[in-house]
């Protein structure tokens, strides 16, 4: 399946509001059919078969249409992106540098936005996965856009614990489904991919200590992370890599 040709037209947009759209597209110009299944996420048609990218959105609700009107197009779906994410809302939610920071409600709307959203669209795309799975590839593809910092092996600083937490659990969940995947002998095939520190708003108000060279802009993340997802085979069933290809440690490894 090749994504040559593809542009990214938004990464990430403004993280002003959970209910507010956040939208990533990822459009080829010569498409002839394309189709807009929400204002927060977009399906369409390619050489590599139906993509659909998911970003954070008014509701979970809108991805039941979203399934209802690619069923009803197209019949079947050979990519999910699940690219929603969130860091911090003015005088809503802030990165904790301390325990004494932590607040139940962050740690519930990071969880949600975070993890319970992409898990959710997933179930409800599974159907169609499944017949885009052998169609245009060996399996369907689904990418989950998660961060270093919800490896535990990798936490070496602390801090930052709603969004930690969030994306943990998001690794655990697609972890969780991608052995449900192979144990059905499902053709779709569910990966993580950390995509660097991206020149965003998610990212602005904490550029100031990322080092020289490692500020991405969204085009390179994106198509770093579409060559992942493009060279990605039934055998990376369940694996987290970085933008540059590597694995990222799930856990520490611990020495009896």
């Not at 977009?42 to 249409?65: N, T, Y």
């Not at 992370?225 to 987290?240: E, H, M």
Request: proline share 4%.
């Amino acid at each position: 399946m090749k994504l040559l040709g593809l542009t990214q037209r938004a990464f990430m947009a403004s993280p002003l509001s959970v209910r507010g759209t956040i939208r990533s597209v990822f459009h080829r110009g010569s498409v002839s059919s394309s189709y807009s299944a929400s204002a927060s996420s977009a399906g369409l048609k390619w050489e590599g078969g139906v993509s659909m990218v998911q970003g954070a959105s008014r509701g979970i609700g809108l991805e039941f249409d979203s399934a209802k009107l690619i069923t009803e197009k197209y019949g079947s779906l050979n990519l999910l992106i699940n690219a929603s994410g969130i860091l911090s809302i003015p005088d809503v939610l802030q990165p904790e540098t301390t325990l004494t920071k932590v607040e139940k409600s962050s740690l519930l709307l990071a969880y949600e936005v975070n993890a319970v959203g992409p898990i959710l669209v997933i179930k409800h795309m599974w159907p169609l996965l499944k017949a885009g799975g052998g169609t245009k590839r060996e399996v369907a593809i689904v990418a989950n856009l998660s961060a270093r910092v919800g490896s535990i092996g990798d936490n070496r600083l602390g801090g930052w614990h709603s969004y930690r937490a969030s994306k943990s659990a998001l690794n655990q969940l697609t972890k969780t489904v991608s052995v449900e995947f192979a144990r059905k002998k499902d053709p779709i095939a569910c990966i993580l991919l950390h995509p660097g520190t991206v020149d965003t708003d998610l990212s602005k108000p904490f550029q100031r200590n990322v080092p020289e060279g490692k500020l991405f802009t969204k085009e390179y993340s994106v198509q770093r992370l579409l060559g992942i997802i493009d060279n990605a085979k039934r055998q990376d069933n369940g694996k987290f890599f970085a933008w540059d290809g590597q694995e990222v440690p799930w856990s520490l490894t611990w020495k009896k």
